[in-house]
């Protein structure tokens, strides 16, 4: 197992959070496979979860709607039907939260505050 999945394990779900300029862009298979597993149709899919046609929408927060609101962890609630773009981050490279200090400064207080770890 490599480093990168050794840290998803542990780690509060940093890329499930909106960054700005960042996007992620579902396919019509990506909406599908989420149709099926939450048994509606795409139609309904797209109305109930998407936005700019092709994005997740986000909470308050930024964290996506689909991430689990746990106050010890965080994880995806679709995740056997979660996103090609999901299924493939960080693409076989280093998972950038383990090296960019700027991106943890960033995400990490809004993980704290989401958690219950931080006072509003």
Same mark, same amino acid.
């Given at each position: 197992?490599? *480093?990168?999945?050794?840290?998803?394990?542990?780690?509060?779900?940093?890329? #499930?959070?909106? *960054?700005?300029?960042?996007? *992620?862009?579902?396919?019509?298979? =990506?909406?599908? /496979?989420?149709?099926? $597993?939450?048994?509606?149709?795409?139609?309904?899919?797209? &109305?109930?979860?998407?936005?700019?046609?092709?994005t997740? &929408?986000?909470r308050? =927060?930024?964290?996506?709607?689909? *991430?689990?609101?746990?106050k010890?962890? &965080?994880?995806?609630?679709? $995740?056997?039907?979660?996103?090609?773009? #999901?299924? =493939?981050?960080? !693409? =076989?490279?280093?998972c950038?939260?383990?090296? /960019?200090?700027?991106l943890?400064?960033?995400? !990490?207080? /809004?993980?704290? &505050?989401?958690?219950?770890?931080?006072s509003?």
């Amino acid at each position: 197992m490599g *480093l990168n999945r050794v840290f998803c394990n542990y780690c509060p779900a940093f890329c #499930c959070y909106r *960054l700005e300029g960042s996007i *992620l862009l579902l396919t019509a298979t =990506d909406i599908n /496979r989420l149709a099926r $597993h939450l048994q509606l149709g795409d139609g309904e899919v797209r &109305k109930r979860y998407i936005e700019n046609r092709n994005t997740f &929408k986000v909470r308050e =927060d930024g964290s996506c709607v689909f *991430l689990s609101n746990g106050k010890l962890s &965080k994880r995806c609630s679709v $995740h056997e039907a979660r996103p090609q773009q #999901c299924r =493939d981050f960080p !693409y =076989d490279e280093p998972c950038p939260y383990l090296h /960019r200090e700027d991106l943890l400064a960033e995400i !990490y207080p /809004r993980v704290e &505050k989401s958690m219950g770890l931080q006072s509003e």
